[in-house]
């Protein structure tokens, strides 16, 4: 005999004049709301899942307060009992990046996690590899194809010569050529592109595939002294390099065959390669979400902020991002600041990409898509209050711009400056040097990179449930009330552990569902 899950509602803050509505399919007009944040309340209308319930009678133009900040203002009286959707509200002003708290946040004392290790792979430099990957970098999109083909063929014929090596990865992206190469901005998706080819999970390994004509020629995307010598006998040979424009090559296959024969030094010396125990300070977790819902701000991405804590007390770096996402709670980012320098460098970040905006001719409220307002969130404000909670509550140690890489002694919470867009963020936490992302969805997407593992972590258990071979941790417990919100950061912190030394794969690598890399660029395509 099944039984009907009693009304809930979810207050994020004692001061929050809304709750949310937990119940999967929402709850109907009429509905008495039992103990707990709405106690007797009745509600006027239907509201969705995830949407907002007015506690009290609100005037127009009072603050809707949730996580106890305005998430907007009442365009018009809207009584107790209402859903409280995006079209009733004026979104905030965007706080002025100017007489901001700048460190003044002390941080939480939070113990030391020695002993928790994984098994990966040591780098010549000091980085560590959660996979063992032949990565072949492309220095424009005309390429493409034939890597491709190459690739496929590396998998097929060599890689069952070679069973310590993981998989062949082409590093392709939309860049190369048809740019200002020159332009103000241009840099950045050339170092993007330079440090991918540089992750940790690549084992320093670095082998190009150009077509000849470009305007990104192979010496400027990797100019020498900017990757590791593999072994002693390249020195003096420079980059490992195949030109498709090379006289040599007559037809298709002499490319294809050129690439596949270079690429078997490289795969050599990668299979002589051995997981061992490493401590958990080498893990480089990059955190992130997409498909947001406005459970994301309850469950999973405070769930992810635990996790993100108990990997900086081990000694690992956590880098969150999502520049828009994060922009109304700047103050919170500038006050938690280590020094007042750092704090200098997030308000450096965020002031560049809002003049980045506005050269487009928009602003941050263009970042919530029609999927987010659908779970809830009416507006960017609000997001953001949710985004930013993944970040855990550590002091944020270092600030890198878009495409830079981690230095080694970059070590605790790192804002690593990017677009929000799904794809451009993960691929420029690529090139910062993570080697494991969690990424938190509640509308679900099946997002995943071929050059890391992917960790999905859903919001509510419907998602959970419907997208059971996709989804990797069901943070939906938290609001069925089956786990708490520091249970899930543990399991989710093990996972981890687990993921980064192979003993587990995501879903994702399973299905070996990847998307492509996408480069920043903010400089003008010619």
Same mark, same amino acid.
């Given at each position: 005999m099944s039984s009907t899950p009693a009304p809930l509602a979810i207050r994020m803050h004692p001061a929050d004049n809304v709750a949310i509505i937990a119940n999967d399919g929402g709850l109907p007009a009429g509905t008495c709301m039992p103990a707990g944040a709405a106690t007797g309340l009745v509600l006027?209308?239907?509201?969705?899942?995830?949407?907002?319930?007015? #506690?009290v009678d609100l005037a127009a133009g009072q603050a809707v307060i949730r996580y106890n900040v305005p *998430?907007?203002?009442? @365009?018009?009286?809207? $009584?107790? %009992?209402?859903?409280?959707?995006? !079209?009733?509200?004026? &979104?905030?002003?965007? !706080?002025? #990046?100017k007489d901001l708290p700048m460190a003044t946040l002390e941080a939480p004392a939070m113990e030391a996690l020695p002993g928790y290790t994984f098994e990966g792979y040591v780098n010549r430099d000091g980085s560590v590899g959660t996979r063992n990957l032949l990565a072949i970098t492309t220095t424009v999109q005309c390429v493409a194809g034939v890597v491709k083909i190459?690739?496929?063929?590396?998998?097929?014929?060599?890689?069952p010569l070679y069973p310590n090596v993981d998989g062949v990865v082409g590093l392709e992206h939309s860049y190369g050529c048809g740019v200002a190469i020159d332009a103000p901005g241009a840099e950045i998706p050339i170092r993007t592109l330079r440090h991918i080819s540089l992750n940790p999970n690549f084992g320093g390994e670095v082998l190009v595939v150009s077509l000849g004509c470009e305007k990104l020629q192979p010496d400027r995307l990797l100019p020498p002294g900017s990757f590791p010598i593999q072994d002693s006998r390249d020195e003096g040979k420079g980059l490992d390099l195949v030109c498709l424009q090379d006289d040599a090559h007559v037809g298709l296959m002499s490319m294809i065959d050129s690439i596949l024969e270079r690429a078997k030094p490289h795969l050599a010396r990668l299979n002589a390669r051995r997981r061992q125990s490493v401590p958990a300070s080498a893990l480089v977790v990059g955190v992130q979400c997409g498909g947001s819902d406005a459970f994301s701000g309850v469950t999973a991405n405070p769930a992810v902020g635990h996790m993100a804590d108990l990997i900086v007390r081990a000694g690992g770096t956590v880098m969150f991002s999502e520049n828009t996402e994060v922009r109304d709670a700047v103050e919170q980012l500038t006050s938690r600041a280590a020094t007042p320098a750092v704090a200098e460098d997030i308000v450096r970040e965020l002031a560049w990409y809002d003049q980045y905006l506005e050269? %487009?001719? *928009?602003? !941050?409220? $263009?970042?919530?898509?029609? %999927?987010?307002?659908?779970?809830?969130? +009416?507006?960017? $404000?609000?997001?953001?209050?949710?985004?930013?909670?993944?970040?855990?509550? +550590?002091?944020? +140690?270092s600030v890198l711009s878009p495409g830079e890489k981690l230095k080694a002694d970059q070590k605790g919470l790192v804002f690593a400056a990017t677009p929000a867009s799904d794809f451009i963020c993960g691929t420029l936490q690529l090139a910062a040097g993570m080697n494991v992302h969690v990424f938190t969805t509640g509308r679900g997407t099946p997002y995943g990179l071929a050059e890391v593992?992917? &960790?999905?972590?859903?919001? !509510?258990?419907?998602?959970?449930?419907? =997208?059971?071979?996709?989804?990797?941790i069901n943070a939906g417990r938290i609001a069925d009330g089956q786990a708490s919100i520091e249970e899930l950061g543990l399991e989710l912190f093990h996972f981890v552990?687990?993921?980064?030394?192979? @003993?587990?794969?995501? =879903?994702?690598?399973? =299905?070996? #569902?990847?998307?492509? #890399? *996408?480069?920043?660029?903010? $400089?003008?395509i010619t």
């Open positions: 006027r209308d239907k509201v969705p899942q995830g949407h907002k319930v007015a #506690l *998430v907007g203002f009442a @365009r018009q009286a809207i $009584a107790a %009992g209402s859903w409280v959707h995006e !079209r009733l509200l004026d &979104i905030p002003p965007a !706080r002025e #990046l190459a690739a496929e063929r590396i998998e097929r014929e060599l890689l050269r %487009g001719r *928009v602003d !941050r409220t $263009a970042n919530t898509t029609p %999927g987010n307002k659908a779970g809830g969130l +009416s507006n960017i $404000a609000e997001k953001a209050m949710g985004s930013i909670i993944k970040s855990g509550s +550590s002091a944020i +140690s593992p992917v &960790i999905k972590v859903a919001t !509510r258990t419907d998602l959970a449930r419907r =997208w059971h071979d996709l989804m990797d552990l687990d993921v980064a030394s192979g @003993r587990k794969k995501t =879903w994702a690598e399973q =299905w070996k #569902l990847h998307n492509a #890399l *996408v480069l920043f660029n903010p $400089a003008p």
